[in-house]
């Protein structure tokens, strides 16, 4: 699915505020209501834009943990997969580097994260290692492309360059 400007700065205006009526993110564009409704309706449909409201754990006297895991002798892919099924996981993600995976939860207390790690975690065939990394309070949270700007900037000026295609792999 092709995302042109206009898709990014409808989705732009939705990460500044969620709430945001397409009337005023219609303004703010250049489009009409029903144009903004429509794009946003394809891409949510795509799932490429999701809008939910985030809550601040440590507020909440949650645990918000980020785990890093290793996987040995399986496929990253089926670790992850077997995750998706603990509840308390909000966000897995392969990686490069030290860790195979990255996972973010979010637990009562430290007796529900002990019990998430050493009974439901640790338990998952291929799970190797497991590093855990304790938020304990929240300075920045925020969900602004790297790339918005109040007044747009020239293409060609642009913080972050587009790749217009996929790399190409170097033949074996």
Known sequence: MDIDAIDRKIIDQLRIDGRRSFAVIGRNVGLSEPSVRARYRRLSKAGIVQVVGMSDAPKLGEIEVHVAIRVRGVAVAAVAKQLTAIPEIKFIASSVGAYDLVVDMRCDDVVHLSAILN????????????????VLEVTKDSYLWAGF???????????????????????L
């Not at 009974?119 to 304790?134: C, K, P, S, W």
């Open 119 to 134: 009974d439901r975690i640790r338990r998952v065939n291929g799970v190797h290692h497991v590093e855990t990394m304790t």
């Open 149 to 171: 700007r109040e007044d747009p900037v020239p293409a060609g000026d642009a913080i972050i360059k587009r790749r217009t295609k996929p790399p190409q792999l170097p033949k």
